[in-house]
């Protein structure tokens, strides 16, 4: 319950979450990512709810690789309710989409996700957005430690 | 109306995420496989993979001109006064990369009409891509934009005309469907989307196209971009 974790994975197609940690492996990125299925799940592991009651709330991902069409709960929900509370607001999240025509895209911008890929992912921009916000995340977690 | 246009909406998001969902694990994954395990396959093994994925993107560009049309039918018209010498202008800008050196092309008289801009720049923007397509292989491939003259008070007739490869005129009903091709994909590349566009285009303005062509001399595109009077 209590495991480190700097990238949370919010993906409920299962080949698209092992491509996606196929390309973080290969970029090195791969240590310490989280996958769950539905955004319920993302937001009891974020505020130490559900089945995460016994984590430590200080314990915070690095950073949110989110997929917007979710069951349960759907992606923009999730940055949503994560961007309202300041326990979690500087969590730093990417947001995936199928289709760069997507309406929630800018939506989710404008919620304040950082940034988005497009699925079919791209390999490298999509390591380059990971990096950027992992590297953020951990800057946010250093800081709020001290 | 409002009800359709929901479902047709549902409908595109549905086509756009759940079907490139399985694509994109095909891609995906044999991407990986001629990526990082090539040594281990045989060169035949290497060459289905290649099948494989090169037939994933091709399904992915078909949803793509699926989406596209589909998106044509329901985003509402924005008219006003329009100088197709202006969109022409524009068109053949975008189309600079595909442009050979020595494909000529003139530009006549074009009188101005009631329409849409960016879907009429659309319009042309396939005609001409076609045109360019067809004739790019001609040691002088020529490109002829222009206007027949206006009858009183009728709407003008445009046309797009090149000295291309051309094509059976008994074929020439099947133009405008949706993914049809007159030529294999192999010799020119494309998903057979870009008439069927250009007419669901014109008939939302009112107007209509038809074609005149002749195999090895090239083909005449006529079109009207405002009803009839």
């Not at chain 1, 709810?49 to 709960?73: E, F, S, W």
């Not at chain 1, 800018?106 to 999509?126: N, T």
């Not at chain 2, 001109?65 to 039918?73: E, Q």
């Not at chain 2, 396939?126 to 397509?133: A, P, T, V």
Request: net charge negative; aromatic share 6%; glycine share 8%.
């Amino acid at each position: 319950v209590n495991q480190a974790v700097d990238i949370l994975l919010v993906e409920d197609n299962p080949s698209d979450a092992e491509l996606t940690l196929h390309v973080l492996e290969g970029q090195r990125l791969g240590r310490r990512v989280k996958v769950v299925y539905d955004g319920a799940e993302a937001l009891d592991l974020i505020f130490c709810t559900g089945a995460y009651a016994n984590r430590d709330p200080h314990n915070l991902p690095k950073m949110l690789l989110l997929d917007l069409r979710l069951p349960k709960v759907d992606g923009l929900e999730v940055v949503r309710r994560a961007k309202a509370d300041a326990r979690t607001r500087a969590i730093p999240i990417v947001v995936f989409s199928s289709s760069l025509d997507d309406r929630d895209l800018k939506a989710a911008r404008e919620l304040g996700a950082r940034s988005y890929v497009v699925k079919p992912v791209d390999f490298r921009q999509f390591a380059e957005a990971v990096r950027g916000a992992l590297l953020l995340g951990k800057a946010a977690s250093g800081k709020a430690q001290q | 109306l409002e009800d359709a246009n929901h479902e047709l909406e549902a409908f595109a998001y549905s086509v756009s995420h759940d079907l490139r969902a399985p694509i994109r694990a095909i891609h995906g994954f044999s991407r990986i496989l001629m990526e990082e395990y090539a040594p281990e396959l045989s060169g035949m093994a290497q060459h289905y993979l290649e099948v494989v994925s090169d037939n994933s993107l091709q399904m992915s560009l078909l949803i793509d001109d699926l989406l596209a049309l589909s998106r044509l039918g329901r985003q509402p018209l924005q008219k006003q006064t329009i100088q197709p010498a202006e969109l022409v202008a524009a068109a053949l800008h975008d189309l600079e990369p595909e442009m050979a050196l020595r494909i000529h092309v003139e530009v006549g008289e074009l009188p101005p009409c009631e329409g849409d801009p960016i879907l009429l720049k659309q319009v042309f923007i396939n005609l001409l891509s076609n045109s360019i397509k067809y004739s790019g292989r001609r040691a002088e491939a020529r490109i002829e934009i222009g206007s027949l003259p206006v009858e009183g008070g009728r709407a003008a007739v445009y046309f797009v005309r090149d000295n291309g490869v051309g094509f059976e005129m008994r074929h020439a009903h099947k133009l405008f469907g949706v993914f049809q091709r007159l030529h294999h994909s192999a010799e020119y590349p494309g998903t057979g989307i870009g008439l069927a566009i250009v007419q669901r285009i014109l008939h939302r303005h009112g107007g209509r196209i038809w074609a005149q062509a002749e195999v090895g001399q090239g083909a005449t595109f006529s079109f009207t971009m405002e009803p009839e009077a």
